[in-house]
């Protein structure tokens, strides 16, 4: 794939424009995997396969009726320019029907192999830095049996790359503190304290 085109074409389906993610982490994926972000298909359910199922790794999903998934996806993506959700799918493993061969060979049709990670960044608009973004990563998830492959450091690589060509003048997240080495792998370093209200 030359190493500024993506294998994804704009599309109605996807939540924002495939572009804003740099053709070279792509490449840094292993064999098969692409790097795409969240499409309105993504919650078909093939056990073990859809994005819902991966982000149990995280923590409670519950039980997200087919409507509700896409209620939630018309919202973010009538404002796409605030939600980036992104998701890795691993294509050697085809799901019921085999790939339909596309318009061009760059092109890979989404939800047709396996979801095994997924990841946010919300930019939010401030009137501090002068109307200052900032990029909020949130909601990190890699299936169990994929971790260990950098596929995680590729979702936090694509996520800042994200963040910084929407123009965010920083990226921050929250994390437990047996995650800390995996930001630090990443780039991150340890700035304030975390502190939560729950209702
Ligand atoms: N402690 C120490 N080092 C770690 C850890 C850890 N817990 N996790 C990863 N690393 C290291 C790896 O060894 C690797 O190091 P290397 O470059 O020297 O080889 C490097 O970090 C990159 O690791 P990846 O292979 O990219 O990590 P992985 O794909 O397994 O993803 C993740 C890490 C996302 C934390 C995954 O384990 C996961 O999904 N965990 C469960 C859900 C979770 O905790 N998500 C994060 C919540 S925080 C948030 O969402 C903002």
């Given at each position: 794939m ?12 996807l ?27 993504d ?32 919202y ?110 990443c ?13």
């Amino acid at each position: 794939m030359p190493a500024n085109r993506s294998p994804f074409k704009k599309s109605d389906d996807l939540l924002f424009d495939p572009a804003l993610i740099p053709a070279a982490l792509q490449e840094k994926l292993p064999s098969g995997y692409v790097i795409r972000p969240l499409s309105r298909t993504d919650n078909q359910i093939r056990s073990n396969t859809s994005f819902l199922k991966t982000l149990q790794v995280l923590t409670t999903v519950g039980s997200i009726s087919d409507q509700a998934f896409q209620d939630r996806f018309t919202y973010l993506k009538q404002h796409s320019d605030q939600y980036y959700t992104i998701v890795i799918e691993d294509m050697n493993v085809s799901s019921t029907s085999p790939p339909t061969p596309s318009a061009t060979p760059l092109l890979v049709t989404p939800g047709r192999g396996k979801i095994v990670g997924a990841g946010t960044v919300l930019v939010e608009r401030k009137f501090i830095h002068e109307l200052g973004l900032v990029g909020h990563i949130e909601d990190i998830a890699v299936s169990a049996d994929q971790q260990g492959k950098k596929l995680g450091q590729r979702i936090i690589e694509t996520l800042m790359a994200i963040g910084e060509q929407v123009g965010c003048y920083k990226v921050i997240l929250d994390c437990s503190e047996k995650n800390v080495p995996f930001y630090e792998k990443c780039g991150f370093e340890r700035k304030g304290v975390e502190m939560g209200w729950y209702v």
